[in-house]
């Protein structure tokens, strides 16, 4: 099917108004007309030429006619009525990034308040016109042409962000450029630059060198660094920073495309890079010496004042980089150990009437709020600053949920949303398989979009703090760009529509219409954006006569689901899904949504049918709320489980107790095989099994031993295979308990926790 004839099957389902007027995000108000205008090298600019701020936000449009139509829009040129652009600032619109867009078949008119409007009305022209617009070689035999179009058009929100963590892994100078063309496309205002933390310094200061000679350069990754160079001599060095000049550079280069850049200084804690530089600035043991280093590198200032000297002059040098308003100062994850016994801390506490370590922390984030203050600016925290007490003026980032969102606005400080579930892009996107490692948690593109940053409960007074929302990409497991654009779009885009778009104009079905075909620009610019557009779920369940039925859901309509059942990707001539259908034999279901012919969302299943699919069950304990997705009877579903990572919908997790779970067969059944798996990956907490025992019983009360077999701990991380076979028994019960691996071993992540046990289908045969 081709496109022009897709966008026609389409038409009944959105509206006239959303195809020919398709912008993301969705602007607030949109009337269609009749005709179109025409742009051609008569076409004149009309607007004051001595505004320089206004010819920067002109700038693209000039560009991008320059470069991919061939004729330039921005020389001076006589007015004609029969193609004019015309450009006005109006000081009576009330939002500042406020614009009006009148397209006429001979008159293109924009009004916005300031020079920022002007360039988001600008965003907009540009997607009206053919995606051709993007390409930085002249395109032949295009007609550049828009529809006639009376748009009026606000954010939602003042703040709209997204954090790149470069600290972890350091991103080149390049993309981050890439990235600010990509976020001013999307009319987002803020990047949030995660400069520093325990795994890399990143900013160069003139005052504090070593900061660029050890805490830029780790060993390891960011999962096992040290800085501790002579420990591990195989290990090769990695890292980087940016020079003051650079960042003064990408600074003026955001600010011409209306962009922000917020710079993000850690403290108290996550700040190993900085203390394995200067270990000066570490707390004192309790006797008051010094810890060994470079053995002991710490992860939290000492309270000194030599630590306040330290910071001061480390935010000096920030401010004079960057102009930014806000100054972020972290202030999240402070364990606070150290500060227990440090006797120079205590010595501060004792001074300072203080009584805990939250308070202490408290006293910290108003001392640096104290200083970033007398220099005009204001700091942003993340929501930990509210432990002990909030500073004045700070406002907060609620990224561990909503509440400390919440509990600032009602307190009147501004807040800036970015809970995780919605709002953190280094989760999974997807259950699918293949998918690139991330840090867990799943955060999929319905999700992101179906986010509020104001929550349920504030009074119209306190929702007027809530400032906007950002997502996060913190970069752990994302060493390359190309990786961080898969993970950033196109739940970045969602959640710009989330910041910008009224609530009542908001529609997923009409966002997905939109972005498929604003990914055609993406293309353009080469980015490796993730095509799971949709939250494809498979259920499956069974019928009186024992007949396995699979039902999938989460595509909304017009969008339909091709799936093969052979595990071959679905294309345009698969079968189509219209009603639950049945599966009679083991199998890999493979479902997908298609766009002209291109695949933008797939998910596959591994189906297996054995004894125990679909039989009653029950547990002798529930497993964790937070790993249940597929409810309790998900280890006897039939589907197979993610071989690369445990958070999907058919790994369930215990944490402190056995799995002991029996199945009730409807019928005396022959048995003799287990087979499943158990997910081990020490990096999370996450081991398998210490011994699994098969029993069997007649009655479901006297059960008998038949077989049981120690697991050995798997050389590698994912889905590790186990089976335990007996002599063929009839059974009416069979019950199976495998028995958690216990205390975490020293040497491991979270040594001395108990360990996750997490599992799979159990296969009965």
Not at 266 to 284: F, G, I, Q, R, V
Not at 667 to 695: C, N, Y
């Amino acid at each position: 099917m081709n496109r022009n004839i897709f966008l026609l099957f389409l038409l009944p389902f959105f509206g006239r108004a959303q195809q020919l007027a398709s912008i993301v995000p969705e602007p607030a108000s949109v009337t269609m007309e009749n005709g179109r205008f025409v742009f051609s090298s008569a076409t004149s600019v009309q607007f004051h030429r001595g505004d320089r701020e206004l010819i920067t936000a002109l700038y693209p449009l000039f560009l991008k006619f320059k470069q991919a139509a061939g004729f330039d829009l921005g020389k001076k040129k006589k007015k004609s009525s029969l193609s004019l652009i015309e450009i006005r600032l109006d000081s009576r619109l009330t939002n500042d990034e406020a614009y009006r867009l009148s397209i006429k078949p001979n008159r293109i008119s924009i009004r916005a308040k300031t020079p920022a409007g002007v360039f988001y009305a600008v965003q907009s022209l540009l997607q009206l016109l053919p995606v051709q617009i993007e390409e930085n070689t002249k395109q032949e035999n295009i007609s550049w042409s828009v529809p006639c179009v009376q748009i009026e058009d606000a954010p939602r929100f003042g703040y709209r962000g997204v954090m790149l963590d470069v600290a972890r892994h350091y991103m080149p100078l390049d993309f981050i450029k890439k990235l600010i063309d990509l976020l001013a496309m999307q009319k987002m205002n803020r990047l949030h630059l995660h400069l520093t933390d325990s795994q890399g310094w990143r900013f160069e200061s003139k005052k504090y060198p070593k900061l660029m000679q050890i805490g830029a350069y780790r060993k390891g990754t960011p999962l096992n660094t040290t800085y501790d160079y002579n420990s591990r001599p195989g290990d090769s060095l990695y890292g980087g920073y940016y020079t003051q000049k650079q960042l003064k550079d990408l600074v003026k280069y955001a600010a011409d495309r209306f962009i922000t850049i917020i710079p993000e200084i850690e403290m108290p804690a996550h700040s190993k890079s900085a203390l394995a530089s200067y270990p000066e600035l570490a707390c004192l043991d309790s006797t008051g010496k010094r810890f060994a280093y470079p053995e002991h590198i710490q992860d939290e200032y000492c309270t000194k004042d030599e630590t306040f000297e330290f910071l001061d002059t480390i935010l000096s040098e920030v401010m004079d980089v960057f102009p930014s308003p806000y100054i972020h100062i972290a202030g999240d994850e402070a364990s606070k150990v150290n500060w227990k016994t440090c006797p120079l801390c205590q010595k501060r506490m004792k001074e300072e009437g203080l009584r805990t370590g939250e308070e202490l922390q408290s006293y910290f984030i108003r001392r640096i709020e104290k200083f970033v203050n007398s220099r005009g600016r204001n700091i942003i925290g993340w929501d930990e600053i509210l432990q002990g007490g909030l500073a004045p003026n700070a406002t907060v980032m609620s990224w561990t949920g909503i509440e400390g969102g919440i509990k600032a606005a009602q307190q009147k400080h501004n807040v800036i949303m970015t809970p995780g579930e919605y709002c953190y892009f280094d989760h999974y996107q997807t259950n699918a398989p293949g998918e690139p490692v991330a840090i867990g948690g799943l955060t999929t593109l319905p999700k992101t979009y179906s986010y509020d940053p104001v929550p349920a409960g504030l009074t119209g007074d306190e929702a007027k703090y809530i400032l906007g929302a950002q997502g996060n990409l913190w970069t752990e497991f994302i060493p390359e760009p190309s990786k961080a654009e898969y993970m950033l779009f196109p739940r970045s885009i969602a959640l710009a529509e989330v910041d910008w778009t009224p609530v009542s104009r908001k529609d997923y079905a009409g966002f997905i219409s939109r972005l498929t075909r604003y990914l055609k620009r993406l293309d353009v610019y080469q980015v490796n954006y993730s095509r799971h557009l949709f939250e494809i779920r498979l259920n499956t369940s069974l019928t009186q006569g024992s007949e396995l039925m699979a039902t999938l859901s989460g595509v909304p309509g017009p969008y339909q689901i091709h799936y093969t059942l052979d595990g071959s990707k679905p294309v345009s001539s698969s079968s189509l899904y219209s009603r639950p259908f049945s599966i009679r034999k083991s199998c890999t279901l493979t479902a997908a949504v298609l766009v002209d012919h291109q695949i933008i969302d797939l998910e596959k299943k591994s189906l297996v049918l054995h004894k125990a699919v679909g039989q009653q069950i029950s547990l002798q304990t529930p497993p964790s709320r937070y790993y249940n997705k597929g409810g309790d009877t998900a280890w006897v579903n039939g589907h197979l489980g993610n071989d690369d990572r445990f958070n999907d919908d058919d790994w369930l997790g215990w944490n402190g107790s056995n799995f002991d779970g029996t199945i009730h067969f409807a019928s005396t059944t022959q048995t003799s095989t287990l087979h499943t798996r158990f997910f081990h990956e020490p990096a999370s907490g996450v081991w398998v099994p210490k011994i699994v025992t098969v029993q069997i019983s007649d009655n479901g009360v006297d059960f008998k031993t038949v077989a049981e077999k120690k697991m050995d701990v798997p050389a590698n991380a994912g889905a590790a295979p186990f089976t335990l076979s007996w002599p063929e028994a009839d059974t009416k019960y069979l019950r199976i308990i495998a028995s958690p691996y216990g205390a975490i071993p020293s040497g491991s992540p979270d040594a001395g926790d108990d360990a996750w046990l997490f599992v799979d289908e159990m296969i009965v045969e």
